[in-house]
């Protein structure tokens, strides 16, 4: 969802530039929020993993489930990564047809 909103909101702003800098941080921001209030009771929304380190440093958060969370955090982490190339790729070849067409 983070990807999707987020990456799309930059894909439509760079062919129609009808989104500019602040709205694509408003629908970072707004994603955000959704998924801490969407998320929060479920894992306490450490979507990164230095947040579930530092509250386990502090005992907030006990080691053995620290460790899961990270465990999770890291095994999503490729799929992530996939999604976000492919929205590098949309952009590289939306980049490509603009030279074409302008040679």
Not at 37 to 57: A, R
Request: aromatic letters at 10%; one cysteine or more.
């Amino acid at each position: 969802m983070l990807v999707f909103a987020g990456c799309g909101s930059i894909v439509v702003n760079k062919i129609y530039r009808s989104v500019t800098f602040p709205g694509i941080c408003v629908v970072w921001g707004l994603i955000v929020m959704v998924m801490i209030y969407s998320l929060g009771h479920i894992s306490g929304v450490h979507f990164n993993p230095t947040v579930t380190i530092t509250h386990s440093i502090f005992r907030r958060l006990p080691l053995k489930q620290a460790g899961f969370q990270i465990h999770t955090i890291i095994l999503k982490s490729p799929r992530n990564y996939i999604s976000g190339a492919s929205f590098e790729e949309i952009l590289k070849e939306e980049d490509r047809e603009k030279v074409k067409c302008r040679l």
